[in-house]
DNA sequence: CTTGAAAACACGACTCG
DNA sequence: CGAGTCGTGTTTTCAAG
C-alpha cells in the first residue's frame, strides 16, 4: 500500500513524464489503480505538480551564486522577500537562522549580471549583502530518499491542495 | 523562432506533463511543429528531463538546512562530493568560492535527524561543518527568465544530450 | 483493484508553402 | 527547411463490477 505509493513517487521523481502503462508496470499494478493513485497524491498535495529541468547554460544563466542578506536598519518590518520577487534572477529565498536574514539562491548570466542584481537587491530591499559564487556544482535536485510513514499521513488530514 | 521556444520552455517549467495539444495552443503553433520544437529542446540538452515536484512536508523531511563544509586537513585530496553522494539527505553540492569548500543542502526529518547526518557528513569526508537551518521558504525553485539568445546557440553547436 | 470501452493523445509519414 | 494535415497505435480517463 504504501509501499506501492513510495515506488510511484520516486519513479515519478526520476522521470515526471511516465506515462501510466509504463508507471503501472513499473509497480506492478494495473494502469487504473496507478492512475487512481497518482491522483490521489496529487489531491494531498504529495505530488505538487510537474516541471522540465531546464540547463540553465543552455538558457544563458551559467553563473550561481549564494546571497545572504540582512536589513541594513534591523528596526523596520522586514519584507525583503515581498520587495524581492519582482527579479526572475532569484531562483530561491530562504528565511534562515543565524546572522543572517534570508539566503537567496540567484542565476545570472555572469560577473556583470551578478553586480547588476546585488545592485537591484540593495535598492529594494534596503539590504546588505554578502555573496558567495557557486565555482561548480556536484550535484543538484537529487531525488530524496521516499518514505511515507503512517504518522505523517495524520500531519496531512483535512489538508487539501491543488 | 526564438520567441516560441522561449514560450514552450516558459510552459513547460510551470507544468511540465502538459500535452502537446495544450502546449501548441499556448504557443500559437500546430501540434507537429510543438512536438518538432519540443524533441529539439531535449536533443539539444535545453531540457534535460522532466520531474515530478514533490511536498518535502509530505516526505516526512520537514527541514531544510544548509552546511558549509571545509576540510579538517586541508592538504589531503579534496574528494568530499563522492565521499558524501551516498547520503540521500543531501539534495544538493556546490562548491564555492569563499571561506568554505562546499555549500550542502539538507531535506531532514528533524533535529535529531540533521545530528545524525552532520555526524555522517564529517566522518565521512573528514571535514568541519557550519550549519544554517532554514526557517522558512518564502519561494523556491521559480521559473528563470527564459532567453534563448542565439550567441548561446554557438555554445551548443555540437553538444549533444540525452 | 480489475476489466473494458470511448475519447484524447502521440507520433510517424505525407504534403504544402 | 519549417509548418500543417492525416492516420494508426497508444494512452488517458471514466464507468461498472
Known sequence: MEETDQAIIAALTVDGRLSYTDLAEKVGLSVSAVHQRVRRLEQRGVIKGYAAQVSFEAL??????????????????????????????????????GEDFYL???????????????????TSANVTTRTTVVLSTPYEHRAPKVTLDPANQHRLRGVSAE
Chains 1, 2 share one sequence.
Not at 79 to 89: G, N, Y
Not at 104 to 122: C, M
Open 60 to 97: 544563458d544563466l551559467p553563473l550561481t551564486a549564494f546571497v545572504a542578506i540582512r536589513p541594513f536598519d534591523p528596526s523596520q518590518p522586514d519584507d525583503a522577500p515581498e520587495r524581492l520577487a519582482h527579479l526572475p534572477e532569484i531562483d530561491s529565498c530562504y528565511s534562515v537562522a
Open 104 to 122: 537567496l539562491l540567484l542565476r545570472v548570466a555572469g560577473p556583470a549580471d551578478l553586480e547588476r542584481v546585488l545592485q537591484e537587491i540593495r
